[in-house]
C-alpha cells in the first residue's frame, strides 16, 4: 500500500486476494519478500503433448518422427516457448519433425538460425514477433548495465564447454574485478538469479553449468568483433590453469579437459598450438596414446601453417614427441619416417650433437630395432654413442 514505484500502478490495491508476479529475477522476489515458487521445465509428456497440439496434421505416427518430437524437445530443454517457435516454423513451412532435427542438428549456425526466426504467438502480445533466442537479449542488456562482471562472466562462459565449469577457471580468468570476492559473488549470484548459469556443488569444489539455448543466444548477441575478443578471453583463461609441464599434467583435473578442446578447436592461435601440446602430454601421461597423437599432429599442423616456428627447436621436440608416441601405440614404421624426417630438417639448422639431434638419433636407433632392422638400428646407437664422448671431451 502506497507504494510510489514505477510499476505500483498496475498492481491492485487492497487486503484481500492473492497477487502472482513472474520475474526471472530471484533478486526481485527476494526482495519483495515474496513467497517464491519455482516455475520448473516442463515434464517430457506435457512437452510432447503442447508440441503435438500445435503441430496438428503434420505428425506421423512413424517411429522415425516420433524419435525426432522426443530429440527437439530434449534439446530445446522443453521451453514452451522454444516449443511454440519451433512448431511456428515447422507448420509454416510444412516440414515435419524429422527434417527439422536432421537441420537443427547439422550445425551450432543451423540452431541458432532456427532459433532466431520471428514468430508471432497469439497468446502473447499479438503484434510482436519474437524468437526464442531473442527473449534472451533484455536480460543480457539488464545485466551489462546492472552488474558489467556478470556480464563478462557470462561471455566468457559462453565459448567454454557448457557443462562442468569449475569455479576455479573462472577465478583464474583475469576479468577485472574477479579477485574481488563479493564482487564475484555477486556476480555468479545474478547468472544463477536470472536462471541463465546453473551452480552445482560436489565435494568442495563449484560447477557451473550454461543453458544451450542461453549459449546460442549469446552467439547471436554478440557482435562480430566481440565474439573474436571473447573466444580469445577464453582460450587465455583455459591456458591459465591448465599445467604447463607434463610432471604436473597428471595432477590436473578431467573436468579441464573439455574446455581446452573447445577453446582450441577451429583456432590458429599460437596459444591454441602451445594447448594442444599441452593436452598431448596430459593424455600421454595417462595412457591414452590415440588422443595424445591427435593432439600433437594438431599442434605441429598449426605450426607448420604458420611456416614460422614449423622446424625450430620447439617444432622439433613436438615432432620428437609425436615419434615417440606412435612408439607406445606400436606403430614404429610411422615413427620411424618422422624421425627421419626430423633429422633431415634439423640437421640442416642445429648442430650434430645438440641434445635434440641426438635424442631424435637414439629414438630413430630404437625404432628400427622394434622393426628387426638391427644392422641399421646398430649404426644409429654408434652415431649416439660417439656424439655422447665428443660431449664428454
Known amino acids: ?26 533478486q526481485v522476489a527476494s526482495r519483495e519478500r515474496c513467497e517464491m515458487i519455482e516455475v520448473r521445465k516442463m515434464s517430457e509428456n506435457d512437452a510432447q503433448e503442447l508440441l503435438l497440439k500445435l503441430l496438428g496434421n503434420l505428425t506421423s ?3 522415425e518422427e516420433k524419435e525426432a518430437i522426443t530429440m527437439i524437445l530434449k534439446s530445446i530443454h522443453h521451453i514452451p516457448l522454444a516449443i511454440v517457435g519451433a512448431a511456428a516454423f515447422m507448420t509454416e513451412t510444412q516440414t515435419p519433425p524429422s527434417t527439422y532435427w ?14 532466431s526466426r520471428p514468430f508471432c504467438d497469439i497468446q502473447r502480445e499479438t503484434d510482436i514477433t519474437e524468437s526464442t533466442l531473442t527473449t534472451y537479449f533484455i536480460t543480457f542488456d539488464r545485466i551489462t548495465r546492472g552488474i558489467p562482471l556478470a556480464a563478462d562472466l557470462l561471455r566468457l562462459i559462453a565459448f567454454f564447454d557448457r557443462q562442468n565449469i569449475p569455479e576455479e577457471l573462472l577465478r583464474q580468468s583475469g576479468l577485472e574485478g574477479i579477485d574481488d570476492q563479493i564482487q564475484f559473488r555477486e556476480a555468479t549470484g545474478k547468472l544463477v538469479g536470472f536462471s541463465l548459469v546453473t551452480a552445482i556443488a560436489h565435494e568442495d569444489t563449484t560447477f557451473y553449468e550454461l543453458h544451450r539455448l542461453v549459449q546460442l543466444s549469446l552467439h547471436v548477441y554478440l557482435p562480430v568483433q566481440e565474439l573474436s575478443r571473447w573466444r580469445a578471453n577464453a582460450l587465455k583463461a583455459v591456458s591459465r590453469v591448465f599445467p604447463r609441464h607434463w610432471t604436473t599434467c597428471k595432477d590436473v583435473s578431467s573436468a579441464y579437459i573439455p574446455h581446452v578442446l573447445v ?23 595417462v595412457g591414452s596414446y590415440n588422443n595424445a597423437e591427435t593432439q600433437l599432429r594438431r599442434c605441429i599442423a598449426l605450426r607448420e601453417e604458420s611456416r614460422e616456428h614449423d622446424w625450430d627447436e620447439e617444432g622439433a621436440r613436438r615432432a620428437l614427441f609425436l615419434g615417440l608416441i606412435c612408439m607406445h601405440q606400436g606403430k614404429a614404421n610411422v615413427a620411424e619416417d618422422m624421425f627421419r624426417r626430423l633429422l633431415e630438417h634439423i640437421g640442416k639448422s642445429l648442430d650434430p650433437n645438440h641434445v635434440i639431434v641426438q635424442d631424435a638419433i637414439r629414438h630413430l636407433a630404437w625404432a628400427l630395432r622394434n622393426q628387426g632392422k ?5 649404426k644409429m646407437y654408434w652415431r649416439v654413442l660417439e656424439g655422447t664422448r665428443r660431449f664428454m671431451d
Not at 102 to 115: E, N, T, V, Y
Not at 264 to 285: H, K, M, W
Open 374 to 378: 638391427y644392422e641399421e638400428s646398430q
Open 102 to 115: 536432421s537441420i537443427f542438428r547439422g550445425s551450432d549456425d543451423h540452431a541458432k538460425r532456427l532459433l
Open 61 to 63: 505416427s512413424r517411429d
Open 263 to 285: 577453446v582450441t578447436n577451429n583456432s590458429t592461435d599460437p596459444i591454441a598450438e602451445e594447448l594442444c601440446f599441452r593436452l598431448g602430454c596430459y593424455f600421454q601421461v
Open 1 to 26: 500500500m502506497g507504494n510510489s514505484g514505477r510499476i505500483s500502478k498496475f498492481v491492485p490495491q487492497g487486503s484481500r486476494g492473492t497477487l502472482i508476479l513472474t520475474t526471472r529475477s530471484t
